[in-house]
């Protein structure tokens, strides 16, 4: 979906009935982050966290979001020493967040495998207080065992249970943030299930804004059912217009049967935006910014992702290996399969057999994360014409350059979104609920007993 500056035809001047969710994700472990940049800073210390939270609150955007790293990521048996080693605790650093903004949402990532509902409900509502309900909770699951031996259970959790834990594991937050009687006062819970048989007191009465903003982030039909059932807002990756509409559909469809309306779940996709003074100079910047993604060494790097085998000694401005790959090598270790190695590979090679391409040309165009090219204006409607067209409700804005990679978007494409009647031009509420346009949570009915 890459913008040009062709002009786009008036649609006459009808009232647009949806307005643009924004959402900033801070660059970590991904090959989206350029680290060579001489602009670069680290990703540790909190100067960095603030100025990207700052700069999206300037910009008016409903969150800030924390991925999480719960293990080092090897490969060939070691710390990769082209990956970005150290991330500090998402609810650490977004507490610390809560005291330098103050409307911008705060979002964390906290896996639902390795973790307990009652420490977890705990510290999201510890944050929506300080933040003046502001906490939204990124629920992720896992059934790594390479992750989960840093965790007493290992990898125990069966791939087919990861959602069904994590759904219980929702309800039962959600359980104990609504434990409180409505005057305030603390009230036992016990909850009994598959994952969790539970009961005590929770030691927090109910939060600004009720419970803790849920997102999810999943394509899988088991993820897209979790999201409809329990998520208020899905992180999704498709990035064409008839992809968006086509996941759109299909996630909103599933609403109803669990009693929920179009506008109880809010879908945004994550995307990257590079900007030019014309559509020529954005593609040359977009294509600059990728060479530096891609060195060669990360090159080969994905390349052994897929292959399963030392691939060092191939040049990366040469062709594709000729061998199969080895399925289940257990070269790389906590990272996301592409998919059936076999498949990938030969997907590649005629990609690369057509178009001539060398191993580097190839991972570029088959791992390219960027989404809007192009100049300001250009950007701007196109951003417009997805959420019009119902292919998103808003985008997690994922910028290549820690701190600074969200300053040229905010002072450029945000009011040229604003002069379109399309974003808004100041917080309406304090909470993050009020900027998403979610309905504060329903408590549920019961008799409350001295």
């Given at each position: 979906?890459?913008s ?9 001047r009808r009232?647009?009935?949806?307005h643009i969710?924004?959402?900033a994700?801070?660059?970590g ?8 940049d001489?602009r ?6 909190f100067?960095?966290?603030e100025?990207?939270?700052r700069?999206?609150?300037?910009g008016?955007?409903?969150?800030f979001?924390?991925?999480e ?8 048996g ?6 970005v080693?150290?991330?500090p ?6 507490n ?7 409307r911008l ?7 639902a495998?390795?973790n ?5 409900a ?5 944050l929506?207080?300080l933040?003046?309900g502001r906490?939204?909770?990124?629920v ?16 125990y ?19 104990l ?5 409505p ?6 819970f016990a909850?009994t299930g598959?994952?969790?048989d539970?009961e ?5 009465p ?10 999810q982030?999943g394509?899988s039909p088991?993820?897209?059912e979790?999201?409809?059932?329990a998520a ?7 990035g ?21 309306t179009?506008?109880?779940?809010k879908i945004?996709?994550g ?7 014309t559509?020529?100079e ?5 294509a ?5 993604q891609?060195?060669?060494?990360n090159?080969l ?5 897929v292959?399963g ?5 191939y040049?990366?401005?040469g062709?594709l290996?000729?061998i199969?790959p080895v399925?289940?090598s257990g ?6 399969q592409?998919?059936?190695?076999l498949?990938v590979?030969?997907q590649w090679r005629?990609?690369?057999?057509a178009k001539?391409l060398?191993i580097?040309?190839?991972v570029?165009e088959?791992?390219t ?6 100049t ?8 417009d014409e997805f959420?019009?067209?119902?292919a ?7 910028p ?14 945000v009011?040229l ?13 304090t909470?993050?609920?009020s900027?998403?346009?979610l ?12």
């Amino acid at each position: 979906m890459t913008s040009t500056d062709k002009q786009r035809k008036p649609r006459g001047r009808r009232p647009l009935n949806k307005h643009i969710h924004l959402a900033a994700h801070f660059p970590g472990v991904n090959n989206t982050t350029v680290w060579t940049d001489p602009r670069s800073r680290s990703q540790i210390d909190f100067a960095s966290f603030e100025h990207l939270a700052r700069t999206a609150e300037r910009g008016l955007f409903d969150f800030f979001f924390l991925a999480e790293g719960l293990r080092l990521r090897e490969h060939k048996g070691r710390v990769h020493d082209l990956d970005v080693v150290g991330r500090p605790e998402s609810l650490t650093v977004l507490n610390a967040l809560a005291a330098v903004t103050e409307r911008l949402g705060l979002a964390a990532t906290v896996n639902a495998t390795f973790n307990e509902p009652y420490e977890t409900a705990r510290r999201f509502a510890t944050l929506d207080h300080l933040s003046g309900g502001r906490a939204a909770w990124n629920v992720v699951t896992s059934s790594d065992a390479f992750t989960g031996e840093n965790f007493r259970r290992g990898g125990y959790l069966d791939r087919a249970d990861r959602y069904t834990r994590a759904a219980e594991f929702v309800a039962t937050a959600r359980e104990l943030w609504d434990s409180w009687t409505p005057e305030g006062q603390p009230h036992p819970f016990a909850h009994t299930g598959r994952h969790f048989d539970i009961e005590g007191e929770f030691t927090l009465p109910r939060s600004p804004q009720g419970h803790p903003v849920v997102i999810q982030a999943g394509d899988s039909p088991e993820g897209r059912e979790f999201a409809a059932s329990a998520a208020d807002v899905i992180f999704t990756r498709h990035g064409t217009l008839e992809a968006g509409r086509a996941f759109y559909a299909d996630v909103k469809g599933r609403l109803a049967k669990y009693g929920r309306t179009a506008e109880d779940l809010k879908i945004m996709p994550g995307v990257t935006v590079v900007l030019g003074d014309t559509a020529a100079e954005a593609q040359e910047r977009a294509a600059g910014i990728r060479r530096q993604q891609v060195s060669p060494q990360n090159a080969l790097l994905t390349l052994e992702q897929v292959w399963g085998v030392d691939l060092s000694s191939y040049d990366p401005d040469g062709p594709l290996p000729d061998i199969d790959p080895v399925v289940d090598s257990g070269l790389s270790q906590g990272r996301t399969q592409r998919g059936d190695p076999l498949v990938v590979a030969e997907q590649w090679r005629a990609l690369s057999r057509a178009k001539g391409l060398s191993i580097r040309q190839t991972v570029i165009e088959t791992t390219t994360r960027q989404s809007f090219i192009g100049t300001s204006q250009a950007v701007a409607a196109e951003l417009d014409e997805f959420v019009q067209s119902d292919a998103a409700d808003g985008f997690i804005l994922v910028p290549h350059l820690t701190p600074g990679g969200l300053d040229e978007f905010v002072d450029q494409v945000v009011p040229l979104l604003q002069e379109r009647g399309a974003y808004r031009t100041e917080y309406a509420g304090t909470t993050l609920r009020s900027h998403l346009g979610l309905k504060e949570p329903v408590r549920p009915a019961r008799e409350w007993k001295a």
